[in-house]
Every structure is written in structure tokens, then in C-alpha cells.
């Protein structure tokens, strides 16, 4: 699996934003596809993720109800809405991947066997 992750910039605290990423390669009914983010000087943490065939979606807590992951099968994309933006929120997004489903994306960073190269975030305050 290939991810290609775009749209970062910056924007003003309370913004949005989308990210995209197109995923290219082989999908089993249980890959799921996410998005894990690193700030300046943080450890890198988890945001979302959904499942590519049944469309399921997880949040970290500290991104629920402002961000939304979506996927178009169509277009072989996965979409990362983010509203609301703070200034906490600024870090390097990166798209991941794992046919080893949910969980394995959620709780096995480390472990996860496909990324995509990072997109940089800025919201000023």
C-alpha cells in the first residue's frame, strides 16, 4: 500500500482545513486506514482512523467532535475534515495504514506497516 497525503498549511486558530490521502496498493476488507499527527518536540500520537470497507471511525478524545475522517472508494481517498482548529493542533499529519485492522492502528504505532510521508499543520493563535 502507497499513501500520498496532502492539503497541510496554515491557517488561524478556529479554521478548518481537510487533509487528504489517496491510497494506492491492495485493500482487504480488514485495512484500515488513519491519521497520526507529531508536534514540535512531542511524541507522536494517534487522531483517527476508519475502516476502508465498512467505514467505521475512531477519534482520540482530544479531536472528537472537531475532526471528521471520511473515505470515497471511488477516489480511493480518505479525508481528514478538522474544524475548529487550535494551536495545540499543530503538528506534522501523517497517513497510516494496516491490514491488520482497527485496533492495530489505534494501539500499535509502532507496528504499523504503512505511512505516508507527513503534511505539515500550522494553526496560529
Known amino acids: 500500500v502507497q499513501l500520498q497525503a496532502s492539503g497541510g498549511g496554515l491557517v488561524s486558530a478556529g479554521a478548518s482545513l481537510r487533509l487528504s490521502c489517496v491510497v494506492s496498493?491492495?485493500?482487504?476488507?480488514?485495512?484500515?486506514v488513519g491519521w497520526y499527527r507529531q508536534a514540535p518536540g512531542k511524541e507522536r500520537e494517534y487522531v483517527a482512523d476508519?475502516?476502508?470497507?465498512?467505514?467505521?471511525?475512531n477519534y482520540a478524545d482530544s479531536v472528537k467532535g472537531r475532526f471528521t475522517i471520511s473515505r470515497d472508494n471511488a477516489k480511493d481517498t480518505v479525508y481528514l475534515q478538522m474544524n475548529s482548529l487550535k494551536p495545540e493542533d499543530t503538528a506534522v499529519y501523517y497517513c497510516?495504514?494496516?491490514?491488520?485492522?482497527?485496533?492495530?492502528?489505534?494501539?500499535?504505532?509502532?507496528?504499523?506497516?504503512?505511512w505516508g510521508q507527513g503534511t505539515l499543520v500550522t494553526v496560529s493563535s
Open positions: 497510516v495504514a494496516d491490514h491488520l485492522g482497527s485496533w492495530h492502528v489505534r494501539n500499535q504505532e509502532k507496528n504499523i506497516e504503512f
Open positions: 496498493g491492495r485493500t482487504y476488507t480488514s485495512t484500515s
Open positions: 476508519i475502516k476502508w470497507s465498512a467505514g467505521t471511525t
